[in-house]
């Protein structure tokens, strides 16, 4: 026992000596860190650190743009030459930190840093706080994050990532892309949600204005009902030892039970038992049983059987508004809905679209080298000086953007094209003198290897699938590898020209495409014009969901030069029509005019029907010309000026964008051009109004138009095949009975079929027609349309039949028809010689 003993006090000893030499070494750490010097220096350090952080931030606002480049080229240039091309008030270095604080992390945000520095760096040096360094922390760490993430969604919802992308930072925008693609237009209530939740912490908010005073007034009653039914219990609870006692029953020693429950129902059992004279004893034994009962359900179920109460008049009262709520989405249900006629329809998957490795083409460091020193060699060997330049890889071509010395000539740098094409040995160089919105001059040099833009890559986008246009279509890539969406229906009307085997087919390909991936075929219908007679022919597949076409026509594609012209001229009545039903619907576009519709505000017996949009497409513009000329021309004309409003878009292609294709008065009315590689300078200025298409370097390289603002984009690649799966996609589903009907256009050789109509077989509404004419004094389609309730096709058959009996006159193109009858009793004399001619037969 004492050795034992003497053994663990041994080991006690041993453990308290480790215990005093570890608490000697901590204690000698706590006094270096206690060290007055040092806290000074390290205080001072956060104090200079703020300052640094701050100017160079402040500095990166100015000079970000400038040094992004320069920061990204250090392992190859160097520290010593990247610093002296930095333009940072801080140099290298703070280009380098405020480029990752701000561009890489935090964006604006990145400003929180400073401040709290400062005030670390104030408080251990002169040990004063300027402000709670605790909660100063959580507060700049909260916003830091929050503002980082709200101006990402913002930038991505605004597709300005690419020139405002600083304001958010890479974590910013990477988070708002993640709940994006969780939430959607969530991430905004998710975002208030945490400001929310925030502010009641930090500022330990635990009443609301309005609010505390309805609780606490509530609490206090509930309290005050509970007091009042506890002293109401009391009362007969005393008395029924001595009620118990008179009849003879022992409930002290039942009440002595050690369990609680047990004596309320014993104490219960023995006061409804108990033999006891019928006045003075039955009515406490009622009110005793009545006030349990009350006092059991207003504390353990007075919520639940309130909740109940409540629920069962809100069920009286749901009863009723449900009811009415139930007509009210009787009456949403009813709205129309043009997709119901389909309902089946499945939009087209993207797995029909091919993927494209494209990963390992990209343009190399000493590609970039070589071509920046040759630049700036061949200005130099002109005297011309440069302050600076910059590259922007895109798929096709690179930009180099250069800041001329001042005194220089931009006129001086355009002229030397041709010197630099040269000294490049490349390609289709093209200089952009200056670059609108920015103060540079801009170089594009095609790159060595071409990287292939798939349909696959730019159609699964967010920018294309989550867009809300009316017509939305992706074309392809910028020179900055961004994706380019915009809006057919704003364009309003798109020409295309480009010489043969340059990508003018693929980038229709890619247009019908893009429409027929984001529309129902109730909403979009198409008329297609190939006088080639084989460039369009894949989309044959999808006639009864997607074309459009004349009543008589046996193809839905148009390929013979007299039917275009029919169907362009069908096309303007179509327009006359449309903007009719405008005018009775009070609407000022096609939009207004469906949305009124879909809302039943709209009396189809009157005429009114959903309109969808109509997207004439004609490939070769060019041969039309030859062929038809002014007849071709005059209906084109008057669509590209007015059919705008009323949802009728045009696709004009040609190969010659020449003077006598595109006339004056076409060109006028396209504001949209898009330009694939053309021939010759010339054909070049016809298209845009500028040159450069003819410094094109094929395969897709394009010019876009719109206005002013000249935009160089590579076209989407989308193979034959591609385009074959997703019209037979489509082609395999359920389709209307046919496609889309025109209206009727009877042209010059169709006049003697008029001769040709036997009014034996007339129609049995023949002569209510008749009479509605002679009424209106007015010889429309349209008129028998709304008033008989009938489509176009029968309409237009009473029409013959009317010309055919002398009530109205010959066809007169869009104006309404002559009426030759001037009163009823005219008419009943026609009627009655017609009916008794075709009765001897």
Known sequence: MA?????????????????AGKSFRLKLKMDFLKDRRLQLAFGFFLLISSLFLFTAFLSYLFTGRADQSMIEAVPETGLKASGLETENWLGLFGAWTSHYFIYQWFG?????VPPLLFIAGYWIVTR???????STFNFSFFFMFWISVFLGYLLLRTDGIGQWGFLSGGIGYELALLLDGMLGWGTFLLLAFCLFVFVIFYFNVTTLIGFNSKIKEGVDSIEQNLRENIEEIKKPLDAVPAMATAGGLQVEEELAEPTIDEDEEEEEWQVTKKPAPPVAETTPAKKVSTLDFEIEDRTKEAPKSAHLEEEEDSDLGFEVFESEEEDEKVVVQENYDPTLDLGSYQYPPISLLNEYDTGKIKVSEDELRANKDKIVETLTNFKIGISSIKATIGPTVTLYEIVPEPGVKISKIKNLEDDIALSLAALGIRIIAPIP?????GIEVPNKNREMVSMHSVITTDKFMKSDKELPIVLGKTISNEVYVTDLAKMPHLLIAGATGQG???????????????????QLKFVLVDPKKVELTLFNKIERHFLAMLPDSGEAIITDTSKVVNTLNSLCIEMDNRYDLLKDAGCRNLKEYNAKFVKRKLNPEK??????YIVLVIDELADLMMTAGKEVETPIARLAQLARAIGIHLVVATQRPSVNVITGIIKANFPA???????SKIDSRTILDTGGAEQLVGQGDMLLSLGSDIIRLQCAFLDTPEVEAVCEFIGEQRGYDSAYVLPEFAGDGDESKVGEVDLAERDNLFEDAARLIVVHQQGSTSLIQRKLKLGYNRA??????????????????SKAREVLIQDEYSLEQLLNSIAEKNSKY
């Not at 053994?7 to 215990?19: D, F, G, L, S, V």
Request: glycine share 10%; hydrophobic share 35%.
């Open 3 to 19: 050795k034992n003993t003497y053994k663990t006090n041994t080991i006690k000893n041993k453990e308290k000596e480790k215990k």
């Open 108 to 112: 604006l945000s990145a400003f929180f």
């Open 128 to 134: 004063k706080k300027l402000l709670p360094l605790f």
């Open 437 to 441: 919105g920015k103060g540079t001059i």
């Open 504 to 522: 003018k087919s693929v980038g229709l390909n890619v247009l019908l495409t893009s429409l027929i991936y984001k529309k129902h075929p109730s």
């Open 607 to 612: 005429g009114h029907r959903f309109l969808p």
């Open 673 to 679: 051009r898009l330009s694939f590689r053309v021939t």
């Open 796 to 813: 237009g058959r009473l029409i013959d039949q009317l010309e055919a009996a002398g009530v109205v006159g010959p066809f007169e193109g």
